[in-house]
Structure formats: C-alpha cells, structure tokens
C-alpha cells in the first residue's frame, strides 16, 4: 500500500486541531506511519492490517469488526469477528496500545 503523506498529515492535523497543536511536520508524520508499520509488523492482523492503513493514512472509514476494535467496544468486537478476526484481537489491542496517536482518531468514531 502507498502511503500518501499530505493526506495523513491533513487527517493528523485535523484530529489534533482542537487540542491547539497547529501542524505536524512531514518528518513527524513519516515517524508515525513508521511506528505503525513497525507495529502492524510486529502484530500482523491479517487483511485488517489494509483496512486499519486507511483509516489511519486515507480517512476511509473501516468496517464493523475495525470499527468496534476502534471504539473499544469489546462485546460488539467479538459479535463482529470471524474466526480469524476471533484469533486475532489480542493483536489488536498490541497495535493500538503501541499507537496513541491512533487512538486519537478514535474520538472521530465516537462522535
């Protein structure tokens, strides 16, 4: 998957916005995608790993399953997960306890 930086720099700095940091560099931005592609190497989630990516690099909006994970939303996860969604939470919540600046994106979910 290609990353498009400036689409991941405007979603950052959109989502930071209200807590009155103006703009992230794009070497700040690259050290994030970074951490999450480090991450999603350490803790492979399978075909979620592409859906997570554009949430996060392209603001697409994910599925059920993901979206559940996002919001933290534990009994609709394991409603949501096939088997090898199932198998695979544990990794999740690796992922995203390794990303809080995904986490951040969250509150976009909640609202």
């Known amino acids: 998957m290609t990353i498009d930086y400036e689409e ?3 979603l950052l700095n959109e989502a930071y916005r209200s ?3 103006e703009t992230f560099s794009l070497w700040e931005v690259t050290h994030m995608a970074g951490l999450l592609e480090e991450a ?3 803790y492979p989630l399978g ?3 592409d859906c ?3 949430w996060v ?3 697409l909006e994910p599925g059920g399953f993901v ?3 996002l919001r933290g939303d534990l009994m609709e996860t394991y409603r949501r997960a096939d ?3 199932w198998a695979l939470i544990p990794s999740w919540v690796q992922v995203l306890d390794a990303l809080p600046v995904v986490m951040k994106r969250v509150h976009k979910l909640r609202e």
């Open 52 to 54: 997570l990516r554009n």
């Open 67 to 69: 979206s559940a994970v």
């Open 19 to 21: 807590d009155g940091i």
């Open 47 to 49: 075909d979620g790993a």
């Open 40 to 42: 999603l190497h350490k």
């Open 83 to 85: 088997s090898i969604n």
């Open 8 to 10: 991941f720099q405007r």
């Open 57 to 59: 690099y392209h603001g």
